[in-house]
């Protein structure tokens, strides 16, 4: 053996010594010296070489399946997953708003209803509408009234006339005569088709037709044929029933909402596929400071007159509206803590908590946790709880809640 190799030999062998903890022993030839050394060289690079192929072992079998340490985390076969009825949908970002439903009652817009009143004293000697809700046009005949009052001031216009014709010269004082007793009829509720008749015949009558002011419905007819009437007594409540109001109650903190220009849309159990559009009616008395609850009215369009007074509505105010992240509300788990599931790759799941914000019927927003695109469990996740629960054992907490 070439002299220059001992020195790495004898390193090898002092190396070898301290590993198997055996004593030095002077070996009294050479052959017998390099016997030995190789022997330990050989089981040196046998146990390197066992070393460094289970080494890679370990990592091809990682990288075919990679071992997921998440406690979070639950692995299912493709039969669970048919058998829990496992569904998925993508979380989306969609424009959503926070709706607030009121329940409510039409009544008349108070701002629309006429009180007809007598404008002469006398005797009803006819009512010509006598129902409520019927309908009633401007010009329409309402009653008739026997007044002896009126006959007077209608004589006193003849009589008028009659000075006008024989007094020519007096004509300026006659005509301001035949002017007033005209002006006195109209005030107290004759036409000028009226009066203009009167005129042309002549004949005076204490029996006088009166006709409605206004076009409306019936809404309370408050005498009888026969009953005595003084001036301003009140005969019929004419509404007008194109434009309704919708009473609700409202918590005095939420009135705010109204100002914010918000889309109120209204339905009716009776038009189930009909939605009406109304506006906010800002005329309601102050609010008091200690005041929980107030009223609030809408006013809502009734062109066709199919709704009417009484009816319940169901009042949604649309508010807030935004592009966020929406999930459906089947997703969600609630518990100690609010999650969701989330479908990571092949069988694998993820129960991942989040945080909610607005919500409607439907679907809710995600504030965080989630991001657009990503897989999410919308059926079945009872199995992937179960799963769960015996991944991380019996006291696990926040799985004890419901679905939303």
């Avoid at 401007?138 to 006193?156: C, R």
């Avoid at 109304?278 to 008395?285: E, R």
């Avoid at 969600?332 to 607005?358: H, P, Q, S």
């Amino acid at each position: 053996m070439p002299m220059k190799q001992l020195p790495r030999m004898l390193v090898t062998w002092r190396t070898a010594n301290q590993l198997l903890n055996i004593k030095p022993v002077i070996m009294k030839n050479e052959i017998c010296f390099i016997a030995l050394i190789t022997t330990l060289l050989i089981v040196a690079s046998c146990t390197g070489k066992k070393s460094s192929d289970t080494k890679q072992q370990h990592s091809g079998h990682n990288a075919d399946q990679p071992v997921k340490n998440d406690i979070d985390m639950v692995t299912i076969t493709k039969r669970d997953e048919q058998y829990a009825n496992i569904t998925i949908d993508t979380v989306k970002v969609k424009t959503m708003a926070e709706y607030t439903t009121l329940l409510g009652t039409t009544s008349f817009d108070e701002r629309k209803i006429t009180v007809v009143t007598s404008r002469i004293r006398g005797r009803l000697d006819k009512l010509f509408v006598r129902n409520p809700q019927e309908m009633v046009s401007t010009g329409q005949p309402l009653y008739a009234i026997y007044s002896e009052e009126l006959l007077s001031y209608e004589n006193e216009l003849l009589n008028a006339l009659q000075q006008q014709a024989q007094f020519s010269n007096m004509k300026q004082v006659i005509d301001q005569l035949v002017e007033g007793a005209r002006k006195k009829l109209l005030l107290w509720g004759l036409t000028a088709g009226q009066i203009g008749q009167l005129e042309k015949t002549g004949e005076a009558s204490p029996l006088v037709t009166f006709y409605s002011p206004v076009s409306g419905t019936l809404v309370e007819l408050t005498v009888g044929e026969g009953q005595y009437v003084e001036i301003g007594t009140p005969l019929f409540r004419m509404a007008d029933l194109s434009q309704l109001w919708i009473e609700a109650q409202m918590y005095t903190s939420e009135l705010r909402w109204l100002y914010e220009k918000p889309v109120i849309a209204v339905e009716f159990d009776a038009y189930p596929n009909e939605i009406f559009s109304a506006v906010p009616v800002f005329d309601n008395p102050s609010v008091e400071a200690d005041q929980k609850i107030s009223l609030v009215r809408f006013l809502i369009t009734n062109r066709s007159h199919q709704l009417k007074p009484g009816m319940m509505a169901y009042v949604n105010i649309k508010r807030n509206e935004k592009k966020t992240i929406v999930i459906p509300k089947s997703s969600i788990l609630v518990g100690n803590m609010i999650t969701a599931w989330i479908k990571t790759g092949d069988g694998m799941y993820e129960n991942r908590m989040i945080e909610l914000g607005i919500q409607n019927k439907k679907e809710v927003e995600v504030i965080s946790g989630l991001k657009e695109g990503e897989l999410i469990v919308t059926n079945g996740a009872y199995l992937l709880n179960s799963a769960l629960v015996l991944k991380k054992g019996a006291g696990m907490p926040g799985m004890e809640g419901m679905k939303m």
